[in-house]
């Protein structure tokens, strides 16, 4: 079974909408859930950061959230623009060991 | 500057050869990773050397060797190239091994093994 996993696999939004990417994963021992962006032909941004005993993350119109119970992490996106476009990754780590989720490319419409 | 730096960027070749991938950070990062992202997008880690040190070691087929001259330098060596080798490989550095902060990516190694 897919360790990390990300809902939709691809998502397109017009310009302004607020939107919600989401995260599950299996064993609730991390260490911390990681947000990346990656743009095509590159490699990937550190969006966000949550250490396991915060449940949320914010930096600017992005904000992120964490429920170690439930194995989920929400990425959730302001008043998107179409700089936003990417794959957005998450990430859960145990140890030194990061492991991903398969991604969701995100295209915003002007 | 560049934090984390990968060469070459595109490497083509044929299947049997030998090649090498570089990577340098200039974080002064203790820890030091490789990843693959094969065709599907799908990103996992290969090795994580910490202070020269191999600390994980997935399931990597043996051609596959690491090696780490100083805490700045991760490079890897691929021995006989297979087709499902061509992917694009990331190196990635960190302050430590014990994943308290982020990981910092360089920008990629496109292979493709003819």
């Known amino acids: 079974k897919q360790e990390v996993t990300q809902i939709p696999a691809a998502l397109s939004v017009p310009e302004g909408e607020n939107l919600v990417l989401n995260c599950s994963f299996t064993d609730s021992a991390i260490y911390n859930l990681q947000w990346f962006r990656q743009d095509p032909g590159k490699g990937l941004t550190s969006l966000l950061l949550i250490q396991s005993s915060q449940r949320e993350q914010t930096s600017g119109r992005l904000n992120a959230s964490l429920d170690k119970s439930s194995g989920r992490s929400t990425l959730y996106i302001a008043a998107s623009q179409p700089g936003d476009s990417a794959t957005y990754l998450c990430?859960?780590?145990?140890?030194?060991?990061?492991?991903f989720g398969e991604g969701t490319q995100l295209t915003v419409n002007p | 500057d560049t934090a984390v730096s990968q060469t070459p960027k595109y490497l083509v070749t044929q299947m049997g050869n030998d090649k090498s991938i570089k990577c340098e950070q200039n974080?002064?990062?203790?820890?030091m990773y490789w990843y693959k992202q094969d065709s599907k997008k799908f990103l996992k880690i290969m090795f994580s050397?910490?202070?020269?040190?191999?600390?994980i070691n997935e399931t990597v087929p043996n051609r596959f060797s690491p090696k780490s001259p100083d805490k700045a330098h991760l490079n890897l060596h691929i021995n006989s190239l297979e087709l499902g080798d061509s992917a694009v490989y990331f190196c990635a550095s960190s302050q430590d091994w014990a994943g308290r902060d982020t990981q910092y990516f360089g920008p990629g190694t496109r292979l493709t093994v003819l």
């Open positions: 050397y910490n202070n020269k040190e191999l600390i």
């Open positions: 990430a859960k780590t145990s140890g030194s060991r990061l492991t």
């Open positions: 974080l002064g990062h203790d820890t």
